[in-house]
């Protein structure tokens, strides 16, 4: 960044992510669980497993793996209602949670699952912009958890990595804000940033969903390259943080 280039609003270079914590086993009940937190945003991720699958995936030998997005009422400036009490979910709510299913289900050997279920339950608790980036990023280490619980509880034989599941997850949000391409957008630079994007890449590298907008100026494939690279950088670092969070 040269002394003429836009600062950012927390000072960070353009490369750099907020702070990034997983801390695991934070509940009790669940096969799975991690607190992820990006800066100021706050998910927390749950894995319940289910010895059942779907009506529709009964006796095709293989499992499922779902997800749920939700925020708490007052994860962000003003007390939003909650969407139970609205009788529906929001198309936004919904987009979410497909997403982070999609992700999961994506470096999953649903065959090596078994006949079981394993749903991945994001809650935010607190909204700075990123959550489903969030979302994803914790999601995988809970699902890590209760598979490795799976396994440690006899309920199968196959390698948790490798066997039933082949690869990290991770997931970022990049964009563009005020002219300059930069990694792990806060709710600051979010509201206001001319591109908006979320990319999700396994651990080697290989994409799996890119979701880019231009919302206040169209981008080209130059701009558009800089943010692939600051997300697969990124994402590299996040893996890490995955990896020592569970002792791989």
Not at 115 to 139: F, H, K, M, Y
Not at 170 to 191: F, R, T
Request: charged residues 20%; contains cysteine.
């Amino acid at each position: 960044m040269t002394a003429s280039s836009p600062s950012r609003p927390s000072g960070r270079p353009a490369h750099a992510l907020r702070k990034v914590t997983l801390d695991i086993n934070v509940s009790k009940h669940a096969e799975g669980s991690c607190l992820v937190k990006f800066g100021d945003t706050h998910v927390l991720c749950t894995a319940s497993l289910e010895t059942r699958v779907p009506p529709w995936l009964r006796g095709k030998g293989r499992g499922w793996v779902t997800a749920e997005y939700g925020m708490l009422p007052r994860a962000t400036g003003e007390r939003m209602r909650r969407e139970a009490n609205a009788g529906k979910q929001s198309g936004r709510t919904q987009e979410i949670q497909r997403l982070i299913g999609r992700s999961l289900r994506a470096v999953v050997n649903l065959e090596a699952l078994g006949e079981n279920q394993i749903s991945l339950d994001c809650d935010v608790i607190q909204a700075d912009g990123g959550t489903r980036t969030a979302a994803i990023t914790g999601a995988w280490v809970a699902l890590y958890l209760c598979v490795a619980k799976m396994k440690a509880d006899g309920l199968m034989s196959t390698p948790v990595m490798g066997g039933v599941i082949s690869d990290h997850v991770a997931a970022l949000s990049c964009g563009i804000y005020q002219g300059l391409p930069v990694a792990d957008l806060d709710y600051d630079e979010d509201s206001v940033a001319d591109t908006d994007g979320n990319f999700v890449m396994t651990g080697s590298g290989k994409l799996v969903e890119i979701q880019a907008t231009a919302e206040g100026a169209a981008f080209d494939e130059a701009e558009f390259q800089t943010l692939m690279d600051l997300a697969k950088t990124g994402i590299a670092e996040l893996v890490a943080l995955q990896k020592q969070a569970v002792g791989l």
